[in-house]
C-alpha cells in the first residue's frame, strides 16, 4: 500500500458525459501528479500540482482540467467524454525526495 | 525534451535465475534521477529501485539492482533469483532535476513484460 488513495476503482460513462476523478496523497505530501495510461499511448503525464498550485503541465486536453485543494487533495475532471479518453487514471504523490508513489488508479471506460 | 527506450517488449526467466531488462534514455540535462517501476496484474505502479545521476555507485534494493552507464545514457535492471510474484510489466522511468521550481514529471517508457516461470 503506497498510502496514495484513489476513488472510485471503476468508472463506466457514456461519451460527452463528465466524471470526476478524486487522490488523496501520501500524509506529509504536498505535490500530486496525474497520469493516464492507455494502451496506444502508453503511460503520459498529465499535470502536477504543488500545494494547491499548478507546477507542470503534459499533453492535457482543454477537456480535463484539475485542482488542489487546501486540505490537500486533488480532483480531475474529465468532461465531454471520447471513447479514445478509456484508460486507466494514476494519481501519485511526492514530498521533497521526489520520488512518486502511486495510487492504485481509476479505471475509466467510456461507451 | 526527454526519451526513454525500452528495446525489450517481453522477456522470461526460470525462477532462482537471474534477468536483466534494458533501458536507454536521451537528456541534455546533467542532473536528474533515473526509476524502475513495475505493474503486476493488478495493475499497480510499484516502485522498484532509484538512481541519482550524480551519484556513480550503483543502487541496490535486496534481489534489485542496476548498472547505471552514464556517459552511454543506460539504466538497467538486474533482477537476481527471480521469484514467481516478479511477474509484472516492468517501466523504466526518467526524471529531471530542477535547482528551483519547475515541474518533477517522469518520462517513462514503453515497458518490458517479464515472465517468470516454474
Known amino acids: 500500500d503506497s498510502g496514495v488513495t484513489q476513488t472510485p476503482k471503476h468508472l463506466i460513462t457514456a461519451t460527452g458525459q463528465r466524471v470526476t476523478l478524486r487522490c488523496s496523497p501520501r500524509?506529509?505530501?504536498?505535490?500530486v501528479y496525474w497520469y493516464q495510461q492507455s494502451l496506444d499511448q502508453g503511460l503520459q503525464f498529465l499535470i502536477q500540482y504543488y500545494n494547491g498550485e499548478e507546477r507542470a503541465k503534459g499533453n492535457i486536453l482543454e477537456r480535463f482540467s484539475a485542482q488542489q485543494f487546501p486540505d490537500l487533495h486533488s480532483e480531475l475532471n474529465l468532461s465531454s467524454l471520447e471513447l479514445g479518453d478509456s484508460a486507466l487514471y494514476f494519481c501519485?504523490?511526492?514530498?521533497?525526495?521526489?520520488?512518486?508513489?502511486f495510487g492504485p488508479g481509476t479505471r475509466l471506460t467510456v461507451l | 525534451a526527454q526519451t526513454v527506450t525500452q528495446s525489450q517488449p517481453e522477456m522470461s526467466v526460470q525462477e532462482a535465475e537471474t534477468v536483466t531488462l534494458s533501458c536507454t534514455y536521451d537528456?541534455?540535462?546533467?542532473?536528474?534521477?533515473l526509476f524502475w517501476y513495475k505493474q503486476p496484474p493488478s495493475r499497480q505502479m510499484i516502485l522498484v529501485i532509484r538512481q541519482e545521476a550524480y551519484k556513480q555507485q550503483n543502487a541496490t534494493e535486496n534481489r534489485f539492482s542496476v548498472n547505471f552507464q552514464k556517459a552511454a545514457k543506460s539504466f538497467s535492471l538486474k533482477i537476481s533469483d527471480s521469484q514467481l510474484g516478479d511477474t509484472a510489466m516492468y517501466f523504466c522511468a526518467f526524471m529531471r532535476v530542477w535547482v528551483t521550481g519547475g515541474g518533477n514529471k517522469l518520462t517513462f517508457g514503453t515497458g518490458t513484460q517479464l515472465k517468470v516461470e516454474l
Open positions: 537528456t541534455s540535462e546533467s542532473n536528474y534521477y
Open positions: 500524509s506529509g505530501d504536498l505535490s
Open positions: 501519485a504523490s511526492s514530498s521533497r525526495t521526489d520520488t512518486q508513489y
